[in-house]
């Protein structure tokens, strides 16, 4: 038995067997070979492309029967490339004349293709080359002799344990069989965490090499609550985390009689809690938990699993799925397509940015490719008859860029008048305000908005500089860095100023650590996944807004973060009875 420490990652505890999934950072060995050897190579290389074949057809009659025909095409498209004969030519001749291996071989001859496809004008062959490197790595796992895993594999119960996995990746995954997540990588606000909470699914990230401590088939325990992963526990530890989690399932079933209560101070200050979602079923569990709406609809994950790129009839549906779900009196806010980063569409970016963080995101994708973004508004707009849409622009920099969303805004609504196309006239438009720019001049965007809505997971990732994915600094990522809450204040204060509701999206807003702070500083709407509605409201209605305006003015003459940690922490662990096993 062996503990190991992580990030919590997502609340929870799962006790089962690991699904080792091992396909990603394939290293190609290089070394020269002997003009005779050069048969035995495209030998290997035959070997190991049939052995792709059958695992490609078993993978196609498997989809079949689980999803009919909706994945069948991309299988479809992978066969093809396996068999494409020039390929092979291209193969051999770089073996026979530059005296390499095969797997150097491939990788050189599919680098190529590659580059080709990106350098072509036609979109269809540029959206491609995820599907070559796809089924290039399929055949260099069997040229290596190595078990590549896939996710489709998971038929039972299992821990995943992987050294990354994507959001795009989550989303696939069969959710009733992943029982927890254990992580060499990820940061608590990554979008694989965010996703793990959102389906509640508990997870134990920045765990380093765990995919080097366990094999598939063993037994571990991920707690999300505390960040822990014990390997191969003893039948007395296993006991003791049944007897945990059955604890925290009664804990979680008692929140559940807070639902209908307002979020209220015990002096009568009221703030809205509302859910953030990834994808529309998440309205059940959202409404399950008491949200008063939606503080952010990620809109993006319509648009991240491989091979599905959401039209306008489709996003309209999504959306008015979500509208209809949460009935005509409750906001619902839709956040425009927010790529880049750990979120890359894989038909359309190619994730080859030196700096994907500060690079071709949201907005900027959504202004240089205006079919999608106008697209996405008309959805929008169409989806407005249904209930009170708000539309959320996110990683807004600059009163520029806003302008510009604004005027594409104005465009297609006059486009929806022309056409006779009903929508809410007087539809709420916000902004997401999580780069420091805009956070330094808030009080001029609050003059051309309705709302604001504080994307702290961006807002402390530029403020600090921290990748928020990478665990190896993840010990700089501080919500309270007296920097952060300075802007969070500013922010607040400007939006009030020019009359505005002020409302977090970040994953700060569903801290319990922070609620108290977040009310005595103002916030109007915290939006969180839809699991951690309940604990937030007990807190808020445990406390007074005068005490929590006290703690601000105590914390914000505060010069280190650890001593504000320090100092909330035991100011929260005086009042409020948390959770302890
Ligand atoms: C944020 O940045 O705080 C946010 C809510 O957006 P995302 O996590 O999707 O970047
Ligand atoms: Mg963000």
Redesign the pocket.
């Given at each position: 038995m062996k503990t190991i420490t992580g990030i919590p990652g997502s609340p929870g505890i799962a006790i089962g067997k690991v699904f080792l999934y091992t396909n990603q950072n394939l290293k190609v060995p290089v070394y020269p070979i002997e003009e005779k050897e050069a048969d035995g190579e495209m030998e290997r290389l035959f070997e190991a492309v049939e052995k792709t074949r059958n695992d490609l057809q078993e993978l196609k009659e498997r989809s079949k029967k689980q999803n009919g025909e909706k994945d069948l095409e991309i299988i479809e498209t992978h066969l093809m490339i396996l068999d494409d004969p020039d390929l092979a030519d291209q193969v051999r001749k770089e073996v026979s004349q530059q005296l390499v291996n095969a797997e150097r071989a491939l990788e050189v001859v599919i680098s190529r293709t590659v580059e080709a496809l990106e350098r072509s004008a036609d979109e269809y062959l540029k959206e491609r080359t995820m599907d070559f490197y796809d089924v290039f790595n399929r055949v260099m796992h069997h040229l290596l002799y190595l078990e590549r895993t896939t996710l489709y594999e998971i038929q039972h119960q299992v821990i995943l344990v992987s050294g990354t996995l994507l959001p795009s990746e989550v989303l696939t995954l069969n959710k009733t069989y992943v029982k927890g997540f254990a992580l060499d990588a990820g940061g608590k606000t990554s979008h694989t965490a965010i996703l793990a909470r959102s389906f509640e699914i508990p997870a134990v990230l920045g765990l380093v090499d765990i995919t080097s401590q366990v094999s598939s088939g063993d037994v571990i325990i991920a707690d999300g609550n505390e960040g822990k992963v014990i390997i191969r526990p003893d039948r007395e530890t296993i006991e003791e985390y049944v007897t945990r989690l059955t604890k925290w399932e009664s804990h979680e079933k008692k929140l559940l009689e807070l639902h209908e209560l307002p979020a209220v101070t015990t002096d009568g200050h009221r703030v809205h809690l509302r859910a953030n979602l990834e994808i529309p079923e998440e309205v059940e569990s959202a409404l399950i938990h008491g949200a008063e709406g939606v503080g952010l609809y990620r809109s993006e994950f319509l648009f991240l699993k491989p091979g599905e790129i959401a039209d306008e009839q489709e996003q309209y549906e999504a959306y008015a799925k979500v509208l209809k779900g949460m009935g005509s009196q409750l906001p619902v806010t839709v956040r425009t397509i927010?790529v880049g980063?750990d979120k890359v569409i894989p038909e359309l970016q190619v994730s080859d940015e030196e700096n994907p963080i500060l690079g071709w995101r949201?907005v900027r994708f959504c202004l240089s490719r205006r079919d999608i973004f106008r697209t996405q508004l008309k959805a929008m707009l169409r989806a407005s008859v249904h209930g009170q849409l708000r539309i959320m622009f996110?990683?807004i920099s600059g009163i520029e860029e806003l302008e510009d969303v604004l005027n594409e805004l104005d465009e297609v609504k006059q486009e929806c008048r022309e056409q006779e196309i009903p929508f809410d006239e007087s539809i709420q438009i916000g902004t997401?305000i999580?780069v420091p720019a805009a956070a330094l001049i808030s009080d001029i965007i609050a003059q051309r908005v309705d709302f604001f809505s504080i994307?702290t997971?961006?807002?402390i990732q530029y403020t600090i500089a921290v990748d928020r994915g990478n665990e190896k600094i993840a010990y700089l990522y501080q919500p309270f860095h007296p920097g952060v809450l300075r802007f969070i204040r500013m922010i607040i204060d400007s939006g009030h100023k020019a009359g505005i509701p002020v409302g977090m999206c970040?994953e700060m807003a569903g801290d319990p650590l922070s609620t108290v702070l977040l009310l005595g500083l103002g916030l109007d709407e915290f939006s969180m996944s839809p699991a951690a509605l309940l604990e937030v409201k007990r807190i808020i209605r445990s406390v007074n807004l005068h005490e929590a305006q006290e703690l601000v003015d105590d914390i914000m003459e505060m010069q280190s973060y650890r001593d504000i940690n320090t100092y909330v922490r035991k100011w929260m662990n005086e009042r409020i009875k948390f959770f302890k096993y």
């Open positions: 927010d980063g949201a996110p990683m997401m999580e994307g997971n961006d807002l970040g």
